[in-house]
Nanobody, 116 residues
Framework: QVQVVESGGGLVQAGGSLKLSCTAS????????MGWHRQAPGEQRELVAR???????IYSDSVKGRFTISRDNTKNTVYLQMNSLKPEDTGVYYC??????????WGKGILVTVSS
């Protein structure tokens, strides 16, 4: 059974940094790609960053140059390093795991609040 759990969220001042972690069981190597999405209050969920098994990454324009997605297969974890945070980065961040012939697996989300 696949389980996806996010951690590392919290409250940070603008300009600060946070590192989110997404741990998936039984193993992240079973997924073709993993990504981070966020949903701000009153807004739709949007893709923030995505990493494929090959290591190829994509980022939304709003976070390019500030966020970095990475994965550690030995720890079954995908990370999102967030630097130079802005109040508009506030939202619930969700981890998504994709594999062929299955609907995506989602974590429950974790709150990130950036104060001005």
């Amino acid at each position: 059974q696949v389980q996806v759990v996010e951690s590392g969220g919290g409250l940070v001042q603008a300009g600060g940094s946070l590192k989110l972690s997404c741990t998936a069981s039984p193993s992240i190597i079973i997924f073709n790609a993993m990504g981070w999405h966020r949903q701000a209050p009153g807004e739709q969920r949007e893709l923030v960053a995505r990493i494929q098994t090959s290591g190829r990454t994509i980022y939304s324009d709003s976070v390019k140059g500030r966020f970095t997605i990475s994965r550690d297969n030995t720890k079954n974890t995908v990370y999102l390093q967030m630097n130079s945070l802005k109040p508009e980065d506030t939202g619930v961040y969700y981890c998504e795991c994709e594999r062929d012939f299955d609907d995506p697996f989602w974590g429950k989300g974790i709150l990130v609040t950036v104060s001005s």
